[in-house]
């Protein structure tokens, strides 16, 4: 009997402990500033969008973001792609889950 109110009162000890009264959103506070991202990798969101004559002068391999349509598939990952500024040959791997 002992053992399980020495139980009981380590439970509700721990539940207690980790309450915080000011946990949560907060609307009052400042947002963080926005990372100055100069090298390294580029998520989805700070991507930059590109044009088809911008990607056509980098090297091979290179990861581009690019707005536009893909025309037709052209293989198993090889796609032609056109924009406002002519169309290239792109190759969109298979995402693998």
């Known amino acids: 009997m002992k053992k399980l109110a020495l139980a009981m009162a380590c439970l509700f000890a721990?539940?207690?402990?980790?309450?915080?009264?000011?946990?949560?959103?907060?609307?009052?506070?400042?947002?963080?500033?926005?990372?100055?991202?100069?090298?390294?990798?580029?998520?989805?969101?700070?991507?930059?969008?590109?044009?088809?004559?911008?990607?056509?002068?980098?090297?091979?391999?290179?990861?581009?973001?690019l707005r536009g349509n893909l025309l037709k598939r052209q293989g198993d990952d090889r796609y032609q792609f056109r924009d406002k500024s002519g169309t290239i040959t792109v190759i969109i791997p298979v995402a693998r889950v």
Do not use: C, N, W
């Open 14 to 65: 721990v539940g207690v402990a980790q309450a915080d009264d000011k946990g949560g959103f907060s609307q009052d506070a400042a947002p963080p500033p926005p990372h100055k991202l100069d090298d390294g990798y580029r998520g989805v969101e700070d991507g930059r969008i590109m044009t088809v004559e911008q990607a056509k002068t980098m090297h091979d391999g290179a990861t581009v973001s």
